[in-house]
Protein backbone atom coordinates (compact mmCIF):
# COMPACT_ATOMS: atom_id res chain seq x y z
CA UNK A 1 0.00 0.00 0.00
CA UNK A 2 1.21 3.52 -0.92
CA UNK A 3 0.14 4.90 2.36
CA UNK A 4 3.23 3.16 4.33
CA UNK A 5 6.09 5.34 5.35
CA UNK A 6 9.24 5.34 6.84
CA UNK A 7 8.80 5.33 10.30
CA UNK A 8 5.37 3.54 10.68
CA UNK A 9 5.18 0.81 13.18
CA UNK A 10 4.58 -2.95 12.67
CA UNK A 11 2.56 -3.83 15.46
CA UNK A 12 2.07 -8.03 15.77
CA UNK A 13 -0.47 -9.95 17.36
CA UNK A 14 0.18 -13.83 19.37
CA UNK A 15 -0.51 -16.67 17.32
CA UNK A 16 -2.25 -19.49 18.49
CA UNK A 17 0.21 -22.08 16.47
CA UNK A 18 1.50 -22.83 13.41
CA UNK A 19 -1.33 -21.65 11.47
CA UNK A 20 -1.22 -22.67 8.22
CA UNK A 21 3.00 -22.41 8.08
CA UNK A 22 5.37 -24.98 7.12
CA UNK A 23 3.47 -28.19 7.32
CA UNK A 24 4.98 -30.23 4.87
CA UNK A 25 8.30 -29.49 7.26
CA UNK A 26 5.77 -30.67 10.56
CA UNK A 27 5.22 -33.66 9.07
CA UNK A 28 8.74 -34.66 8.12
CA UNK A 29 9.93 -33.63 11.20
CA UNK A 30 7.08 -35.70 13.04
CA UNK A 31 7.81 -38.38 10.79
CA UNK A 32 11.86 -38.69 11.41
CA UNK A 33 11.52 -38.02 15.54
CA UNK A 34 7.88 -39.43 16.33
CA UNK A 35 9.25 -41.01 19.12
CA UNK A 36 10.16 -37.39 20.74
CA UNK A 37 6.46 -35.58 20.59
CA UNK A 38 3.51 -37.30 22.50
CA UNK A 39 0.46 -37.73 21.97
CA UNK A 40 -0.74 -34.48 23.42
CA UNK A 41 2.24 -32.17 22.37
CA UNK A 42 0.83 -33.23 18.71
CA UNK A 43 -2.50 -32.46 18.92
CA UNK A 44 -1.64 -28.99 21.15
CA UNK A 45 0.41 -28.09 17.69
CA UNK A 46 -2.71 -28.46 15.47
CA UNK A 47 -4.65 -26.02 16.90
CA UNK A 48 -6.79 -24.06 14.25
CA UNK A 49 -5.76 -20.64 12.93
CA UNK A 50 -6.39 -17.36 14.39
CA UNK A 51 -8.50 -15.71 12.35
CA UNK A 52 -7.98 -11.87 14.20
CA UNK A 53 -11.73 -10.85 13.86
CA UNK A 54 -11.27 -9.16 17.05
CA UNK A 55 -8.31 -7.60 15.79
CA UNK A 56 -9.62 -6.34 12.71
CA UNK A 57 -13.09 -5.66 14.24
CA UNK A 58 -10.77 -3.06 17.40
CA UNK A 59 -9.57 -1.37 13.85
CA UNK A 60 -13.34 -0.38 12.70
CA UNK A 61 -14.76 2.65 13.37
CA UNK A 62 -13.69 4.92 15.76
CA UNK A 63 -10.55 3.07 16.55
CA UNK A 64 -6.69 3.08 15.02
CA UNK A 65 -6.33 3.68 11.71
CA UNK A 66 -4.09 1.02 9.85
CA UNK A 67 -2.31 1.38 6.84
CA UNK A 68 -1.89 -2.19 6.34
CA UNK A 69 -2.95 -5.90 7.35
CA UNK A 70 -0.70 -9.04 6.91
CA UNK A 71 -2.12 -12.46 7.94
CA UNK A 72 1.81 -14.36 8.36
CA UNK A 73 1.10 -17.39 6.87
CA UNK A 74 3.62 -19.45 4.75
CA UNK A 75 6.78 -17.45 4.07
CA UNK A 76 6.76 -16.19 7.48
CA UNK A 77 7.34 -13.19 8.10
CA UNK A 78 9.90 -11.95 5.89
CA UNK A 79 7.83 -12.79 2.44
CA UNK A 80 4.57 -11.64 4.18
CA UNK A 81 5.81 -8.12 5.04
CA UNK A 82 8.25 -7.81 1.82
CA UNK A 83 4.72 -7.54 -0.49
CA UNK A 84 3.62 -4.99 1.48
CA UNK A 85 6.80 -2.54 1.07
CA UNK A 86 7.70 -1.18 -2.25
CA UNK A 87 11.65 0.43 -1.69
CA UNK A 88 11.43 -0.26 2.13
CA UNK A 89 11.87 -2.60 5.07
CA UNK A 90 12.11 -3.27 8.23
CA UNK A 91 13.96 -4.94 11.43
CA UNK A 92 11.63 -6.94 13.59
CA UNK A 93 12.18 -7.95 16.95
CA UNK A 94 9.92 -10.33 18.53
CA UNK A 95 9.48 -12.43 21.37
CA UNK A 96 10.43 -15.94 21.83
CA UNK A 97 7.86 -18.28 21.13
CA UNK A 98 6.55 -19.69 24.77
CA UNK A 99 5.03 -22.83 23.36
CA UNK A 100 6.51 -25.90 24.34
CA UNK A 101 6.00 -28.16 22.26
CA UNK A 102 6.48 -25.93 19.17
CA UNK A 103 9.64 -25.56 20.23
CA UNK A 104 10.83 -29.14 20.45
CA UNK A 105 9.94 -29.02 16.85
CA UNK A 106 11.74 -26.05 15.95
CA UNK A 107 14.92 -27.59 17.20
CA UNK A 108 14.74 -30.12 14.42
CA UNK A 109 14.64 -26.89 12.10
CA UNK A 110 17.78 -24.68 10.48
CA UNK A 111 17.35 -21.54 12.72
CA UNK A 112 17.64 -19.50 9.74
CA UNK A 113 14.40 -21.51 7.79
CA UNK A 114 12.53 -21.30 10.37
CA UNK A 115 11.45 -17.58 10.14
CA UNK A 116 10.74 -17.88 6.72
CA UNK A 117 8.26 -21.33 7.23
CA UNK A 118 6.34 -20.34 10.66
CA UNK A 119 4.74 -17.41 11.77
CA UNK A 120 7.48 -18.16 14.60
CA UNK A 121 4.58 -16.95 17.31
CA UNK A 122 3.25 -13.64 15.31
CA UNK A 123 0.34 -14.23 13.18
CA UNK A 124 -0.77 -11.01 12.08
CA UNK A 125 0.42 -8.08 11.47
CA UNK A 126 -0.83 -4.37 11.05
CA UNK A 127 1.08 -1.53 10.26
CA UNK A 128 0.33 2.25 11.93
CA UNK A 129 1.24 5.55 12.34
CA UNK A 130 3.21 6.02 15.62
CA UNK A 131 0.40 8.41 17.48
CA UNK A 132 -1.57 4.75 17.02
CA UNK A 133 0.35 3.00 18.86
CA UNK A 134 -1.16 2.48 21.90
CA UNK A 135 -4.82 1.87 20.74
CA UNK A 136 -2.99 -0.73 18.32
CA UNK A 137 -1.23 -2.80 20.77
CA UNK A 138 -4.63 -3.21 22.78
CA UNK A 139 -6.83 -4.15 19.59
CA UNK A 140 -5.72 -7.88 20.23
CA UNK A 141 -4.17 -10.53 22.62
CA UNK A 142 0.12 -10.01 22.58
CA UNK A 143 0.12 -6.69 20.56
CA UNK A 144 3.26 -5.41 20.75
CA UNK A 145 5.53 -3.15 18.67
CA UNK A 146 7.71 -5.34 16.78
CA UNK A 147 9.86 -2.77 14.80
CA UNK A 148 9.64 0.46 12.40
CA UNK A 149 9.49 0.55 8.44
CA UNK A 150 13.25 2.13 7.08
CA UNK A 151 14.50 2.39 4.09
CA UNK A 152 16.07 -0.52 2.00
CA UNK A 153 14.97 -3.49 0.68
CA UNK A 154 14.44 -6.65 3.41
CA UNK A 155 12.98 -8.26 6.37
CA UNK A 156 15.07 -8.86 9.21
CA UNK A 157 13.66 -11.00 12.11
CA UNK A 158 15.55 -11.50 15.82
CA UNK A 159 14.06 -12.94 18.67
CA UNK A 160 14.37 -11.15 21.51
CA UNK A 161 17.12 -11.71 23.99
Given at each position: ????????????YASDGFHANGWSLC???????????????????????????????????????????????????????????????????????????????????????????????????????????????????????????????????????
Amino acid sequence: PETIQEGDLLIGYASDGFHANGWSLCRRILAEHSSEFSDEEIKAMLAPTRLYHDVTNAFKGAGPRAKAFAHITGGGLPENLERLFRGMGADLIIPFWENEPVQKLLAHTDPQDRFNAFNMGIGWVAIVDPENVDEACSAGPGGRVLGKVRSGDGVTVNVQP
